[in-house]
């Protein structure tokens, strides 16, 4: 079965730096979109990057500049280098693979906490 799982999370200073990590298995991951969400308390789950199979990209205005999205898929493997943290980056971040023929196959990790505080 597939499965996604997200590493890398932790809690850093604001201005810090943290690279998730996203581990599929159970899929080739050349034929997903890949995503990143995440959702603080009380909030609703946004998009904060996406790359899709033909590796071009987009991201939530607030993290432009700060965050990049990348993927290896001879690892089956997406990243989130994340720099420059702010408080309000502090969420359970998750990942997404969206099958790129059919929109409605899609499958989410479990999520990895992103504490950003001093």
């Known amino acids: 079965q597939v499965q996604l799982v997200e590493s890398g999370g932790g809690l850093v200073q604001p201005g810090g730096s943290l690279r998730l990590s996203c581990a599929a298995s159970?899929?080739?991951?050349?034929?997903?979109?890949m995503g990143w969400y995440r959702q603080a308390p009380g909030k609703q789950r946004d998009l904060v990057a996406r790359?899709?199979?033909?590796?071009?990209?987009n991201y939530a205005e607030s993290v432009k500049g700060r965050f990049t999205i990348s993927r290896d898929n001879g690892k089956n493997t997406v990243f989130l280098q994340m720099n420059s943290l702010k408080p309000e980056d502090t969420a359970v971040y998750y990942c997404?693979?969206?099958?790129?023929?059919?929109?409605?196959?899609?499958?989410w990790g479990q999520g990895t906490q992103v504490t950003v505080s001093s």
């Open positions: 790359i899709r199979s033909n590796n071009s990209t």
């Open positions: 159970g899929l080739i991951l050349r034929f997903y979109h």
């Open positions: 997404n693979a969206e099958y790129e023929f059919l929109a409605s196959l899609n499958y």
